[in-house]
């Protein structure tokens, strides 16, 4: 009984498929090489033909000539593989996390990997898999403070809403105050480090001069600031300020962003009263980051304060001064993007990242 070969027709676009196929440079060669058997099937050519001319086996060309005949070009691509068997389960993942959540042995403040892994009766390298899958750092700690005021959507859109489509002709201005920054003493120098790096640093002994509350006002349309100097930061101070800031821009509506301190808003503010052309927005309780003072507060710490050494509050304040100076002439705003903006709470239950 004579053995008839799968017949092979190739219509229109399963021939440009397999073409494109044989023309690229990137196609698997595996892929290349079935493309071709399938190609020459068409013309009519016999398996054992075919098998010569490409030099392999004739079931070969009969396996991938069945799969295609079957499956069409899909046919041509290696099958799903098992691979090899899981040792470990989802439960024993699951497991992992939620031993997580439940208070270390005695003795420990916090678990860690050989604790989980004799806690839950699994191998070390399963815990730490299961850590690093999931991107949990047990011994990294960070702390946060969340955001409990009811009202916070409201006072959030507003200082939002002002970043983003600020009044017409008005003048928008983020205010904060830094208290209390130190003038302190250190040494400054280098050291020269075994493998040849010269690290700059200075001395972990310090002497305190006394220190220096900054007053500042960031304009979001041009990034500029105003800062003033001051021993204190009582409400005296504060009106000080700003009448500095009422002074430099007369004749132009002001809208104030601000924080939620007590000097910053008393039960009868006399002197917003007195200024009809002074908005107050005050931001969130524990939402600083939504001040974007802050960010230049950090930019100054960054640039002009971190490691450096005063002999007096006097040569700190003018050190401030003198990075103002340098910051204003090439300030630019800070960009804002986000138009709502939520309080974020963590997860409580490690548990929950389990599939």
């Known amino acids: 009984m004579s053995y008839q070969p799968t017949p092979i027709r190739l219509n229109a676009e399963q021939t440009t498929f397999l073409q494109s196929w044989i023309r690229s440079s990137?196609?698997?060669?595996?892929?290349?090489?079935?493309?071709?058997m399938i190609m020459m099937a068409d013309k009519g050519m016999g398996t054992n033909v075919i098998a010569r001319e490409l030099e392999t086996r004739p079931a070969t060309v009969t396996?991938?000539?069945v799969r295609f005949a079957r499956l069409g070009p899909d046919g041509l691509k290696d099958a799903p593989r098992p691979g090899r068997r899981r040792r470990y389960l989802?439960?024993?993942?699951?497991?992992?996390?939620?031993?997580?959540?439940?208070?270390?042995?005695?003795?420990?403040?916090?678990?860690?990997?050989?604790?989980?892994?004799?806690?839950?009766?699994?191998?070390?390298?399963?815990v730490w898999k299961v850590l690093r899958n999931h991107g949990i750092q047990l011994q990294?700690?960070?702390?946060?403070?969340?955001?409990?005021?009811?009202?916070?959507?409201?006072?959030?859109?507003?200082?939002?809403?002002?970043?983003?489509?600020?009044?017409?002709?008005?003048?928008?201005?983020?205010?904060?105050?830094?208290?209390?920054?130190?003038?302190?003493?250190?040494?400054?120098?280098?050291?020269?480090?075994?493998?040849?790096?010269?690290?700059?640093?200075?001395?972990?002994?310090?002497?305190?001069?006394?220190?220096?509350?900054?007053?500042?006002a960031l304009e979001t349309a041009t990034g500029q600031v105003i800062a003033g100097h001051y021993q204190r930061r009582r409400r005296v101070e504060f009106l000080h300020f700003m009448n500095r800031v009422v002074a430099a821009h007369p004749d132009r509506e002001i809208h104030v962003i601000m924080d939620n301190l007590s000097t910053h808003k008393p039960k009868r503010d006399m002197w917003l009263a007195r200024h009809k052309s002074v908005h107050f927005h005050f931001i969130p309780t524990h939402a600083s980051w939504l001040n974007q003072v802050e960010v230049w507060f950090s930019l100054l710490a960054r640039y002009a304060l971190n490691g450096a050494s005063f002999m007096s509050?006097?040569?700190?304040?003018?050190?401030?001064?003198?990075?103002?100076?340098?910051?204003?002439?090439?300030?630019?705003?800070?960009?804002?993007t986000k138009e709502v903006v939520h309080p974020k709470a963590p997860k409580r239950c490690y548990a929950e990242l389990a599939k």
């Not at 010269?198 to 007053?215: C, D, I, M, P, W």
């Open 90 to 126: 989802p439960d024993d993942e699951k497991r992992v996390l939620q031993m997580l959540d439940q208070s270390p042995p005695s003795g420990y403040a916090q678990w860690n990997g050989p604790l989980l892994a004799r806690a839950t009766v699994l191998p070390a390298d399963f």
């Open 26 to 36: 990137t196609t698997q060669q595996r892929l290349v090489f079935r493309s071709k």
């Open 140 to 216: 990294r700690r960070r702390s946060w403070c969340i955001s409990t005021d009811t009202e916070f959507a409201e006072k959030a859109a507003d200082v939002v809403g002002l970043y983003l489509n600020p009044p017409e002709n008005a003048l928008v201005l983020c205010v904060d105050e830094k208290p209390h920054i130190q003038a302190l003493e250190r040494a400054q120098g280098y050291l020269k480090l075994p493998n040849g790096r010269a690290v700059r640093g200075f001395s972990h002994e310090y002497k305190r001069h006394g220190t220096t509350t900054l007053f500042a």
């Open 63 to 65: 396996k991938w000539r």
């Open 313 to 336: 509050p006097k040569e700190l304040r003018e050190a401030i001064d003198r990075f103002i100076d340098a910051y204003n002439p090439t300030a630019h705003p800070f960009e804002w």
